[in-house]
């Protein structure tokens, strides 16, 4: 039996806007939450990989989602991060999102120390989900073994969704290794399951995949969101293309930093390009070449004028 | 010239005792530390790596730490871990240490993102200097790439001590390896350096170290500190071989839980073995087998009789 989706089609991990004294700006972050929801994203991942979101106090994390939800952006349309390193904070973060009413939590396994045990693992989530002891709660398990090293591996996702099947729900896949997102699909068919990258969109929901959430859907969600819904049409090939085409240019960039380059480009908000440290913004004539490469090959560009 | 030094001699990594409920217990760890303390330790540096500090909550380690100087601990004897992946959580618990007298602080870099560059950590350190302003702040860098997989370069150690003369005094250099630590030493004489292990402790001492900061002195302090004190004597080398085989022994096994079976067993309290995920304790043959293996081949023992 299929579970009614909780989450599905195009998410977007928001990019962190910050202001002058370095602290996130809630104004420009709220404004481009707007947006990306206008521009055809069905839900948003604060605090993911994109978002800096391990780059955020806790304090920092909660005051921006109250902001989103006191603008009155749906919470049932938000996924926040809210997996740390440490039992404590994860509870706390995810009590909180809860509580706001958010549609389900994506949660990073516990990721200082490496290769820890899959009883040990299995029992950080047990430890969260008991600790948060809400049935609304609904986690996404956060697989991106290229940064945080630590992940997730079959048997790990069985036994959390065989212990605990109304909460472990889904998934997302930023392995960026399709015969690991394919081997998920095919091992449990009932995980909401979400590539990493817009790349695997089309293969993905050919093979039961939910949609995707990606870094670049902050600055392409209305041609993501066109694959996802015509992926059965016959464009759907030469449409994937298209999106595949675009991120493949500017993941030739350090990702995150460019993608605040071109908002703040077609902004002509210098400041939306700020990051927070360990990244550094990218140098002046690298943040042109992005706009440049992305305009000259691919016609990209960003209409923020019927904005908020 | 040559500063003062701030700290030296043997520093434990204090072990995170846990209560039933699985929260830290702070009984058994302020306990701990005083023994530690009586034992021979020179200082004592809680949430580091051995006391999984990661997996503590930003208010745990508050507390526990504020556990220790109402139990009369003298904070000038402390260098808690503050680093963390954000730096506005940084900032708060450094501070919190800086309010509590603390003598320093160990400071992890940024773990979560891989290979920032060197400029993106300068700016960490420096943000979170200059967020917390305080002219007693003395940060000992916490080299450890074989776990943060993020570390510290000479460079970037050098423009830390160049910007920042009065405030970063110091590094424990967990990467294993002598000639990082050596070339360390080398480069920057006026620098607390502590190797991460006892076995480089006599190596480290005659060219010019400070001491050691180890996991290991939370059962072989004294011996440890025997080296220390010994180190010019005409028994350095065979004390330093006795320490190097307690080390090796003890690391055949996964070392946090294999130090908290050896307490365990010694307090005849099994609740000292409990571990938080995502580590789990050793198996029961294991914990015994680490108790045999060192009574056997070392004569180790730990003796809690005069302890409070």
Redesign the interface.
């Known amino acids: 039996m299929q579970r009614q989706a909780i989450f599905s089609g195009v998410i977007t991990p928001v990019l962190t806007p910050y202001g002058e004294d370095?602290?996130p700006d809630p104004d420009r972050f709220v404004e481009h939450c707007h947006w990306l929801l206008e521009e055809g994203c069905t839900a948003l991942a604060p605090f993911g990989?994109t978002s800096e979101g391990?780059?955020?106090?806790?304090?920092?994390r909660m005051e921006l989602i109250e902001e989103l939800v006191d603008d009155g952006i749906d919470p049932a349309k938000l996924m926040p991060g809210t997996g740390t390193?440490?039992?404590?904070?994860a509870v706390?973060l995810t009590k909180h999102a809860v509580d706001l009413g958010c549609g389900g939590v994506l949660m990073l396994?516990?990721?200082?120390?490496?290769a820890?045990?899959e009883?040990?693992?299995f029992?950080?989530f047990a430890?969260v989900i008991e600790g948060v002891g809400d049935d609304r709660l609904k986690v996404y398990l956060y697989h991106i073994p290229?940064?945080?090293?630590?992940g997730f591996s079959l048997p790990l996702i069985g036994r959390l969704i065989k212990e605990f099947p109304e909460t472990v729900v889904g998934l997302k896949d930023s392995s960026g290794d399709w015969s690991n997102t394919s081997a998920i699909l095919k091992a449990y068919p009932d995980l909401e399951v979400f590539p990493g990258s817009e790349v695997f969109l089309l293969d993905g929901l050919r093979n039961g995949a939910a949609g995707c959430i990606s870094a670049t859907c902050n600055v392409s969600a209305g041609a993501i969101r066109n694959v996802y819904d015509n992926w059965q049409g016959p464009e759907a090939d030469k449409l994937q293309a298209g999106i595949t085409a675009i991120r493949k240019a500017i993941q030739a960039f350090p990702m995150i930093p460019a993608l605040k380059a071109l908002i703040a480009h077609y902004r002509q908000d210098p400041g939306w390009a700020k990051m927070?440290?360990?990244?550094?913004e990218l140098p002046a004539a690298e943040a042109e070449k992005v706009v440049r490469t992305l305009a000259d090959a691919h016609g990209f560009s960003l209409d923020f004028s019927e904005a908020a």
């Open positions: 370095g602290a990989t391990n780059s955020l106090g806790l304090d920092e390193c440490a039992l404590a904070d706390m396994p516990p990721f200082y120390y490496k820890p045990s009883e040990g693992l029992r950080f430890e290229p940064v945080a090293q630590v927070r440290p360990p990244f550094t």
